[in-house]
């Protein structure tokens, strides 16, 4: 065994043992399960977000953001923050996602 791990270690292979048992940690496995769904009323947005960030929305996650920065993100024809309240309302109740828009510099935020 001991050899076999000297060996391994300086072949820079990746040998695991026969009696090994591949598996997936719970938390992924409990984040498959609670899978949501999102409409197609939010699809694009929530793809759009999930570009901005940088990577998937997670559960508990506060986004803040301004709003002209939203505006080029994801667009919409009104240009104000309640403009996107259908949206924070999905993210807050399926996802626990907190957006929160900030009108303009040195104004309090819109939650």
Do not use: W
Not at 51 to 66: A, F, M, Q, S
Not at 80 to 101: C, M, S, V
Request: aromatic letters at 8%; proline letters at 3%.
């Amino acid at each position: 065994m001991i050899i076999t791990n000297l060996y391994n270690l300086f072949s820079n292979e990746v040998k695991y043992l026969e009696n090994r048992q591949d598996c997936v940690s719970p938390d992924v496995i409990e984040s498959k399960a609670n899978t949501v769904i999102v409409p197609d009323k939010f699809k694009a947005d929530v793809e759009a977000l999930e570009k901005y960030i940088g990577h998937n929305l997670e559960n508990g996650l506060c986004i803040k953001v301004d709003l002209a920065e939203l505006l080029t993100v994801i667009p919409r024809e009104r240009k104000r923050a309640d403009a996107y309240n259908t949206l924070r309302k999905f993210l807050k109740n399926e996802f626990n996602i907190d957006l929160i828009i900030n009108k303009k510099k040195g104004q309090n935020h819109e939650k």
